[in-house]
């Protein structure tokens, strides 16, 4: 497993930031719709699970480890491509993994160099920013370079950012766009 250093910036000004990555000439690699089903281990692992998550264009399984969730480089994930997100949805039904939820977000992903910067919104939260690189130093000098230090910054996984909400994940099987 290879450790993924990210933060998540919250409540963020997505126009200043829009601005802040055209200045220092972020290329941007598209707009997403994303879905994904989350699994439980058996016997459940505490801070470890399985993602299957489609951008409609690429499909990822990966395992997620979240040891520290206060500190950038606290997850560790094993990653692959698969071909089919619905099929291999059923294959992990076959051999016994039930997803414990459905979720979907909208991203908008650019790059700049080795650090990808997701705009992410959600169902019922503010839009947020993620922040990824090789290293804890790159996260956070890019952190400064978008003008983001000021805001509130995590690197607990999305179940905790919406606790900070009042809104508890767990409770909500299926987190959908509201249609119309």
């Not at 963020?12 to 994904?36: C, N, P, V």
């Not at 459905?102 to 650019?110: G, H, P, T, V």
């Not at 790059?111 to 947020?128: A, F, K, R």
Request: aromatic letters at 12%.
């Amino acid at each position: 497993m290879k450790t993924e250093y990210e933060v998540r910036v919250l409540n963020i000004d997505t126009s200043h930031l829009l601005s802040k990555l055209e200045e220092l000439q972020a290329i941007k690699k598209g707009e997403y719709f994303q879905r994904r089903y989350i699994y439980d281990f058996k016997p459940k692992i505490e801070g470890k699970w399985i993602r299957l998550r489609t951008n409609g264009i690429e499909t990822t399984l990966t395992i997620k480890n979240r040891y520290d969730d206060q500190k950038i480089g606290g997850t560790l994930e094993l990653e692959e491509k698969v071909e089919d997100f619905d099929k291999t949805h059923l294959i992990l039904k076959e051999l016994g993994y039930d997803e414990i939820a459905y979720q979907e977000n909208k991203r908008i992903s650019y790059l700049i160099g080795d650090i990808e910067i997701d705009i992410d919104s959600w169902p019922m939260i503010p839009t947020y920013v993620e922040i990824e690189g090789p290293n804890e130093e790159k996260v956070e000098k890019y952190i400064q370079l978008l003008e983001l230090s000021n805001y509130e910054q995590t690197c607990e996984g999305v179940n905790k950012v919406y606790a900070r909400y009042d809104i508890d994940l767990h409770s909500y099987k299926e987190l959908r766009f509201e249609e119309g």
